[in-house]
T-cell receptor, first 114, second 115 residues
Framework: KNQVEQSPQSLIILEGKNCTLQCNYTVSPFSNLRWYKQDTGRGPVSLTIMTFSENTKSNGRYTATLDADTKQSSLHITASQLSDSASYICVVKDRGSTLGRLYFGRGTQLTVWP | EADIYQTPRYLVIGTGKKITLECSQTMGHDKMYWYQQDPGMELHLIHYSYGVNSTEKGDLSSESTVSRIRTEHFPLTLESARPSHTSQYLC??????????????FGPGTRLTVL
């Protein structure tokens, strides 16, 4: 069964600290992996998209890594800011269908305290 | 930057009412999607469209219906709302990026509460 599991479920850190969010997936055949940021009451916004051949991709203070062999990804946030408080969702796309289905994790709820 | 709009943003309505959630995008994307999301849970695809006059049901069974008469417009309708329909509804559209992937852009969502 294709699944995406994220950990931790929630995380509280102090402003200025770094943190790492984890994503494990079983989706196969794999096409790409995305990390989204979803503010409360808003739609998800794309942070990074990585294909099979990409090991790491950065977007400002966000750095995502992908290990396609172990089917794991991480999102590292550097020097956290209050505005980073949000849910971070890992999404994996398969390439087994014309639509290319997306499998969503439940997200990690990050809270940054001043 | 994505230009995808949803109205209303919040809707509280009584059981049995007919409602339509609006979704529009100005990017000319062919593919559009409706997702349902409950608090703390993953997004579930309920409808999608490849283009005008093309609509399909998604993974999650839904009593809602959709239509795609114009490229930019993808409304979702509930003929008779029930409390079990209370949820957040997210609309998205996508564009193909080269041969690697298509990128989805999400609207702000409609939070529906059925009393």
């Amino acid at each position: 069964k294709n699944q995406v599991e994220q950990s931790p479920q929630s995380l509280i850190i102090l402003e200025g600290k770094n943190c790492t969010l984890q994503c494990n997936y079983t989706v196969s055949p794999f096409s790409n992996l995305r990390w989204y940021k979803q503010d409360t009451g808003r739609g998800p916004v794309s942070l990074t998209i990585m294909t099979f051949s990409e090991n790491t991709k950065s977007n400002g203070r966000y750095t995502a890594t992908l290990d396609a062999d172990t089917k794991q990804s991480s999102l590292h946030i550097t020097a956290s800011q209050l505005s980073d408080s949000a849910s971070y969702i890992c999404v994996v796309k398969d390439r087994g269908s014309t639509l290319g289905r997306l499998y969503f994790g439940r997200g990690t709820q990050l809270t940054v305290w001043p | 930057e994505a230009d995808i709009y949803q109205t209303p943003r919040y809707l509280v309505i009584g059981t049995g009412k007919k409602i339509t959630l609006e979704c529009s995008q100005t990017m000319g994307h062919d593919k559009m999607y409706w997702y349902q999301q409950d608090p703390g849970m993953e997004l579930h695809l309920i409808h999608y469209s490849y283009g005008v006059n093309s609509t399909e049901k998604g993974d999650l069974s839904s009593e809602s219906t959709v239509s795609r008469i114009r490229t930019e417009h993808f409304p979702l309708t509930l003929e008779s709302a029930r409390p079990s329909h209370t949820s957040q509804y997210l609309c998205a559209s996508s564009v193909q990026r080269g041969s690697s992937y298509n990128e989805q852009f999400f609207g702000p969502g409609t939070r529906l509460t059925v009393l």
